[in-house]
């Protein structure tokens, strides 16, 4: 039985950081591709970055340069750091992986 868990979000300036977790029970990230995405009100869920279990990583181009999705083996966790935050990034992010989604977290950007 799958289960992720996302933590990390909350309140943020424009211009600020978050770092986002996705912690797993169930599966090992290392060998499964895990993605984040991100469901803003209104709008469909937008795929935000991808990790392979050998380490390649994708960005959306809506946020390249600015989050980045890193793993830690040894934590079985998944991270999304999100740098230069813009209220457009404003939305509930989730993690996927094995068609398994996380209850989400959100993320309010604003000042």
């Known amino acids: 039985h799958v289960q992720l868990v996302e933590s990390g979000g909350g309140l943020v300036q424009p211009g600020g950081s978050l770092r986002l977790s996705c912690t797993a029970s169930?599966?090992?990230?290392?060998?499964?591709?895990v993605r984040w995405y991100r469901q803003a009100p209104g709008k469909e869920r937008e795929l935000l970055a991808t990790?392979?279990?050998?380490?390649?990583?994708y960005h959306a181009d809506s946020v390249k340069g600015r989050f980045t999705i890193r793993r830690d083996n040894a934590k079985n966790t998944v991270y999304l750091q999100m740098n230069s935050l813009k209220p457009e990034d404003t939305a509930v992010y989730y993690c996927?992986?094995?068609?398994?989604w996380g209850q989400g977290t959100q993320v309010t950007v604003s000042s």
């Open positions: 996927n992986a094995q068609s398994t």
């Open positions: 169930g599966i090992i990230f290392s060998i499964n591709v």
């Open positions: 990790m392979t279990p050998g380490g390649t990583t």
